[in-house]
C-alpha cells in the first residue's frame, strides 16, 4: 500500500473508530474492527465505469474470502459532489441487482456532504452517514440478518443516532471529524 492509500485508509479507520464506534452510530462496527474483518480498499479512479468495476471486483473478493465481513471503498477522487456521489450509487446498486448480489451484498453510503432527504444541511443527523471520503460499504446481507436478529430492537438504532448526534451538537461532531485526518510528516 502507497503512502496515499495508508493516508486513506488511516483517516477512515480514525473515523470508523472517533464517530461510527465510539458514539455507537453501528452497534457492529467494533467488533468487526477488533476482529479485522474489516477490508478497506483506496479508489483513484475518477471513471464511473472503472469505478464500477472495482465495486464488482471487491465483490468478487468477498465471494472467495469469507474473512472478510465487510469492505469500504474509498473514492478519494470522484463523486466529490453529492448529487455525483448519489448518481453514482444508484448506478452501482442497479450493478449489483443486475449481477445477481441482491440478497447477497447491500451497500450503504457515505460522503462528506451527506444530506437526508428534507434534512438542512447543517443537522447533526446528516452525519450518521457523514465520513472523510465519499465511500460505498459493502456488506453480506447474510451478516447484516445475523446482526439485527441478535440485537434488542434495530429499528430504533436510527431514531437513536439522531437524538445522539442531535446531543452531541455540530461544532463537536464536525470536529471530531476534521481530528480524523492523520497530520501529514513534513
Known sequence: MNDNDQQLVTTTQNWLKTIIIEHNICPFAKRE???GSIHFVANHDTDVEKCLLNLLLECDRLNIDPDIETTLV???NAFISFDDY???LELAEALLLEQDYEGIYQLASFHPDYCFEGAKEDDPANYTNRSPYPMLH???ESSIELALASYPHPENIPQKNIK???ELGLTKIQ???A???PLKMV
Open 164 to 166: 445522539s448526534l442531535r
Open 33 to 35: 474492527l477488533n476482529r
Open 74 to 76: 474509498i473514492y478519494d
Open 179 to 181: 481530528g480524523c485526518y
Open 138 to 140: 459493502l456488506l453480506r
Open 86 to 88: 448519489l448518481d453514482f
Open 175 to 177: 470536529s471530531l471529524l
